[in-house]
């Protein structure tokens, strides 16, 4: 799952993708400068563009989808 969060952080284009959450929560990224990956951790923090901060531990995360648009995420 790590790998392929990598994988879309990082891809030419970007594609905002969403994570679900096993409590049910999405969090949408939908920009790459809206995310901070780290290297040593397994949690990211995606931002929203009003200043919103969801700080995701990735073992929470059971799916990741790209989406076709950007959205807010749902908490």
Excluded: C
């Amino acid at each position: 799952m790590i790998e392929r969060i990598r994988d879309l952080y990082w891809a030419k284009p970007f594609r905002p993708f969403t994570l679900q959450l096993a409590a049910g929560d999405a969090v949408t990224v939908g920009h790459p400068e809206l995310m901070a990956l780290s290297e040593s951790t397994n949690e990211v923090v995606v931002l929203e563009p009003d200043g919103a901060a969801h700080f995701v531990n990735l073992a929470q995360v059971t799916q990741v989808k790209v989406t076709d648009k950007k959205s807010k995420s749902a908490k």
